[in-house]
């Protein structure tokens, strides 16, 4: 029987590889050609010493030495003792460079492109290639521009289904990405992806979840509601999803179809324009209800542009409030 460990390591590339639940995750990654580092691969020099951030595992035998008491509860692995029992992510504390792997890069072609508002674009991709293209839901790659050199991130806002992924794309007025698809983009179009990469991904559900989006930002927690969609949970789940405009207000009907799908999910979508006909206005800070944070114990995952990271996070920072995990990620313009 084998199982998927995703090795995500610190230059934020993602490598995924089968292992057999009889070989050691270290022996796993070099049959795929990933050299994790190692030195004396008998559980004495602590070395290979990883971080496990989920999945079931069993640890053959090693020293204190190598690994302590408090290490391995804590999470911490040697790979060349581990033996994967479910799928794993497996963070390395080395880059990508380091252990001879780099990011996949995957052909494609544009499936669908689909103006959903004046700001606001989605686009599907179809590949054979793609049927061996794995990412953890939150993840992104880097889209090439066709015509130039150029790449631009993008996350997933769908998982991968029948070599097709999806993207929700901001139109940015002169955006070379944004031109492309507004003006050029057509069906059958040729697009390359490499990756995947990121460390904003959803982690296993131990505890309550509260989502934060702002715009085209909301494409992570798509992606992330179909994962639990698929897995099920029994702890709530709340989206609080902000935009500017009522134009940019996309993918309502997803949403609602999530909610019918996921009986612990709700959600709240924002507008913050002073002229927004919508029911709700103001910025995801003003939607955000001492319910949703549990007391603190609830993990919180938050994705936009740049300003409206920094001021959730500020909010956050300055009311004393501590989720027991928060992730971001920041949808940077390119330099
Ligand atoms: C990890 C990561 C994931 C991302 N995922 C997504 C995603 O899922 N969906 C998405 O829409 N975007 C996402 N982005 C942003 C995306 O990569 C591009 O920056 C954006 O789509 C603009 O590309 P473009 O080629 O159209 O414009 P560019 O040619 O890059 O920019 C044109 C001009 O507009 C400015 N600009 C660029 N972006 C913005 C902006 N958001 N607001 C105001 N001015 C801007 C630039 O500084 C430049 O002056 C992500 C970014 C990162 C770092
Ligand atoms: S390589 Fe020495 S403990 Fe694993």
């Known amino acids: ?8 390591f610190e230059d934020g590339v993602t490598r995924f590889i089968d292992a057999k639940t009889t070989e050691t995750v270290a022996d796993a ?41 408090l290490e391995a509860k804590q ?9 994967a029992q479910s799928n794993c992510v497996v963070r390395v504390p080395a880059s990508s460079a380091v252990c001879r792997t780099q990011q996949a890069r995957f052909d494609a072609a544009i499936s669908r492109v689909e103006q959903l508002s004046p ?17 953890l839901p939150g993840q992104y790659v880097n889209l090439q521009v066709p015509g130039s050199t150029q790449t631009r991130a993008y996350s997933f806002s769908s998982l991968p289904r029948d070599g097709e992924v999806s993207f929700l794309i901001r139109n940015v007025s002169g955006g070379l990405m944004s031109s492309f ?6 069906t059958g179009d040729a697009m390359t992806l490499t990756g995947p990469l990121g460390s904003f991904y959803l982690r296993d559900i131990t505890r309550p979840l509260l989502l934060l989006a702002g715009g085209t930002g909301l494409a992570p927690f798509t992606a992330m509601l ?12 709340h989206l609080i999803y902000g935009v500017t405009h009522d134009a940019d207000l996309v993918e309502m009907n997803k949403l609602e179809a999530l909610a019918a799908r996921i009986p612990q999910f709700t959600f709240t979508a924002c507008v913050a324009s002073e002229d927004s006909a919508w029911p709700k206005k103001g910025y995801v800070t003003q939607h955000l209800e001492p ?18 990271v920094e001021a959730v996070s500020l909010y956050i920072r300055e009311r004393g409030l501590q989720p027991a995990n928060f ?8 330099a």
């Open 1 to 8: 029987m084998t199982h998927q460990i995703a090795l995500q």
């Open 29 to 69: 990654a070099y049959r795929h050609g990933v050299n994790l580092p190692l030195d004396c691969r008998d559980g004495a020099c602590g070395t290979c010493k990883c971080f496990a951030e989920s999945g079931r595992y069993e640890m053959g035998e090693y020293i204190d030495d190598a690994l302590s008491e």
């Open 75 to 83: 999470g911490f692995v040697l790979t060349c003792q581990m033996r």
């Open 119 to 135: 700001s606001t674009i989605s686009l599907s991709l179809r590949g054979e290639a793609l049927n061996k293209l794995a990412f």
């Open 181 to 186: 698809l507004t003006q050029l983009a057509k």
């Open 226 to 237: 179909e994962k639990i969609a698929e897995q099920g949970t029994p702890y709530p789940v």
């Open 291 to 308: 319910a949703h944070l549990h007391d603190g114990e609830v993990d919180v995952y938050l994705c936009g542009p740049p300003p409206m």
């Open 327 to 334: 992730f971001y990620e920041k949808f940077a313009a390119s």
